[in-house]
Structures are given as structure tokens and as C-alpha cells.
């Protein structure tokens, strides 16, 4: 079957860094995205991992461990603005259907 | 930079109705998904096509049915409606290249009364 596990909701705070985890099980994988999207607004892209190791992209960072089923998303020097969901995504082998997580809500405080 | 287009932006229909909602990819985007995401929901894939030929098939009722056309637009008709299909609707579009992501459309919100 199909199942990608997040954190429903995290907290954290402006200037701060936080880190959201993902763990799935998949019948087939290629490649993990993460997504940002506001309320009512459309998912955009973050980043994406296919091979285990670290992907860095300005305030935000993707790790994945393929063996572990894991992944998560590191954002640094927290705004305001990153209160979002984050939607954790599996690419299906064959590439045409991509499975998301329920997502993580993210408050940033001041 | 043009993005993918999806209309109308909100839909009212009352149950048992139909309803018709476009998607116009990226430009040479050769990948079209459709996923309906309920309020406080993941979005749920439904179907996609690639290259104007239905690629994979998701939690899609039967209700619906999906097409992309000569120019890769592609239409989802809903008919039957059902209050449950309330929900907005993103049309992604993408290319093979992989590490690229989908690029989502702002969205069609319907909702059944």
C-alpha cells in the first residue's frame, strides 16, 4: 500500500530553524518532493530528492535516506511568511502519479 | 513566465448536476494531472495524461471522466455531482525531467449544493 506519515502541526519561531520528517512506505519510488502551500492556494515546489543525502536550496534543505523510508525538511531563519503546510510527496516508479502526505501545518510566531 | 491555467476559478452546482473544468499546461509541459484536495485535506490524485493518452488512473469515481486534447488542454467532467465532490480541484502539468516538480494552477473551488 500507499502511506506517507507527517507531523500534523508544528510551532516555531521567528529567526528559528525547524525541521519537519517524513516517513513513508511506498509500492514504488522515484523520487520525494516537498511542497509549500498556503491556504486556498495552490502547492508549489520546494525541492526534490532521488538519491540519499542532503539537497540545499537557499533557507531550505531536503534530506532523504531510502532505505529508511525517511525524509525531512529543514528551514532555516524562520519569517512569517514560511506559515504554511508542507506537503511531503512520493514520485510512483514509472513517474506518471505522485502520492502526497496529509501535509504539516507550520505556525511561526513571533 | 506562463503558468498553468485552470478555469473557471469557482463553480456553483447544485447535486446531480455536471460540471466541466479546463486546465491549460506550461507550454511543452508534456504531463497533466488532476487531484481534488477536500478542506483540511492532502490532495488526492485522480488521473494524468501524458502525451494526450491517459498515463495513470487514481481515486477517480466513475462519475468522472478526463480528456487531454490535440493542444494538451485537458477538460475533467464531473457529472452526477455529489455534495461530497465539493473541493478544489489543481491541475499540475509537468515535464519528464523529474527534478523539475509539477507546477500547480491556481485551482477551480466547487461546490455542490
Known amino acids: 500500500g500507499q502511506n506517507i506519515d507527517q507531523p500534523t502541526e508544528m510551532t516555531a519561531t521567528e529567526g528559528a530553524i525547524v525541521q519537519i520528517n517524513c516517513t513513508y512506505q511506498t509500492s514504488g519510488f522515484n523520487g520525494l518532493f516537498w511542497y509549500q502551500q498556503h491556504a486556498g492556494e495552490a502547492p508549489t515546489f520546494l525541492s526534490y530528492?532521488?538519491?540519499?543525502g542532503l539537497e540545499e536550496k537557499g533557507r531550505f534543505s531536503s534530506f532523504l535516506s531510502r532505505s529508511k523510508g525517511y525524509s525531512y525538511l529543514l528551514l532555516k531563519e524562520l519569517q512569517m511568511k514560511d506559515s504554511a503546510s508542507y506537503l511531503c510527496a512520493v514520485r510512483d516508479t514509472g513517474g506518471f502519479k505522485t502520492i502526497f502526505g496529509a501535509g504539516t501545518r507550520l505556525f511561526v510566531k513571533a | 513566465a506562463a503558468g498553468v491555467i485552470q478555469s473557471p476559478r469557482h463553480l456553483i452546482k447544485e447535486k446531480r448536476e455536471t460540471a466541466t473544468l479546463k486546465c491549460y499546461p506550461i507550454?511543452?509541459?508534456?504531463?497533466v494531472y488532476w487531484y481534488q484536495q477536500g478542506p483540511g485535506q492532502d490532495p488526492q490524485f485522480l488521473i494524468s495524461?501524458?502525451?494526450?493518452?491517459?498515463?495513470d488512473k487514481g481515486s477517480i469515481p466513475d462519475r468522472f471522466s478526463a480528456q487531454q486534447f490535440s493542444d494538451y488542454h485537458s477538460e475533467l467532467n464531473m457529472s452526477s455531482l455529489e455534495l461530497g465532490d465539493s473541493a478544489l480541484y489543481f491541475c499540475a502539468s509537468s515535464t519528464d525531467a523529474a527534478e523539475s516538480g509539477y507546477t500547480f494552477g491556481s485551482g477551480t473551488r466547487l461546490t455542490v449544493v
Open positions: 507550454p511543452r509541459h508534456d504531463t
Open positions: 495524461f501524458y502525451e494526450k493518452m491517459q498515463s
Open positions: 530528492n532521488v538519491l540519499d
